[in-house]
């Protein structure tokens, strides 16, 4: 069973756009939901994270939203750009180290 | 700069065969962790490890074995690979009280 859920799968937007991506789960004992980044040929890397204590946190243009009632979270790109094209997966672990990711958000960004 | 080394970017194997991939890394990481990615099934856990000789099965370990000798290297072995084990395949690191994960750049497995 898919604990992390992530939509859309595919993401079109202009520059300068908004786009966003959402994520839900269903486990009560993940504490850590980070988002990570992947280019083509490269491994992911991690992007931004949040803890469920806090319901917003932001890093330059990318801004991830928490709601721990409805157990979920997304990330929003502010201003988007042809180099934030990739896929960006969210995750989620707690307790032993071992991270569930969604599965991913293949991100295009047009000029 | 932290580094996950994984030792193939590519790798083309026949139906049959046993397969090695290794992963280094260079930060001291408690936590390894093999992955696999496929489109539209995300990253899917196959084996990971927090100490050595220590190994944990994931969500997907059917078919596979891992072996940790030493810290920093961390061996996913395909016992006799299948087609349906073409894929991408992701080490990753972190450490023990830590929650990111550093990846390396993958090795793209093709089994004809």
């Known amino acids: 069973q898919q604990q992390v859920k992530q939509s859309p799968q595919s993401l079109i937007v202009q520059k300068g756009g908004i786009p966003i991506i959402n994520c839900a789960y269903e486990n009560t004992a993940f504490d850590y939901f980070p988002w990570y980044q992947q280019f083509p040929g490269k491994g992911p890397a991690l992007l931004i994270a949040i803890r469920p204590d806090v319901s917003e946190k932001k890093e330059g243009r990318f801004t991830i939203s928490f709601n721990k009632s409805a157990k979920q979270f997304s990330l929003h790109i502010m201003d988007s750009q042809p180099g934030d094209s990739a896929t960006y997966f969210c995750?989620?672990?707690?307790?032993?180290?071992?991270?569930?990711f969604g599965i991913g958000t293949k991100l295009q960004v047009i000029p | 700069d932290v580094k996950v080394t994984q030792s193939s970017r590519y790798l083309v194997k026949r139906t049959g065969e046993k397969v090695f991939l290794e992963c280094v890394q260079d930060m001291d990481h408690e936590n390894m962790f093999w992955y696999r990615q496929d489109p539209g099934l995300g990253l899917r856990l196959i084996y990971f490890s927090y100490d050595v000789k220590m190994k944990e099965k994931g969500d997907i370990p059917e078919g596979y074995s891992v072996s940790r000798e030493k810290k920093e290297r961390f061996s996913l072995i395909l016992e006799s690979a299948s087609t349906n084990q073409t894929s991408m395949y992701l080490c990753a690191s972190s450490q023990l009280n830590r929650d990111q994960a550093f990846f390396g750049q993958g090795t793209r497995l093709t089994v004809v």
């Open positions: 995750a989620a672990s707690g307790g032993y180290q071992k991270v569930t």
